[in-house]
């Protein structure tokens, strides 16, 4: 992949992990597609938040959100790997 959104998807990627293709319909998984659009949306916070003071409580919520459902995801999966 290149392009603009080539490092910041190879790092949620490696924070996320890979979506796991054990379900009915390949390449689904709700939760997983969450998780990976809240830490899209908590970077793109974070590049805004030393321009915008009021956003940067917010850029924190969504922060602690992605990292949140992160490590629920990865604890709730059935994947034998440790979190």
């Known amino acids: 992949m290149s392009g603009m959104l080539a ?3 190879d790092v949620i990627r490696s924070l996320v992990g890979e979506i ?3 379900g009915a319909i390949p390449f689904f998984d709700p939760f997983y ?3 990976v659009i ?3 949306a908590a970077i793109a916070a974070i ?3 030393p321009f915008w003071k009021r956003f940067r409580s917010f850029a924190v919520f969504l922060t602690w959100l992605a990292i949140f459902t992160t490590l629920v995801m990865r604890g709730s999966s059935s994947d ?3 979190i």
């Open 38 to 40: 809240l830490w899209m």
């Open 33 to 35: 597609n969450l998780v």
């Open 47 to 49: 590049l805004v938040a």
């Open 80 to 82: 034998s790997g440790e």
């Open 7 to 9: 490092w910041p998807l």
């Open 20 to 22: 796991s293709t054990g």
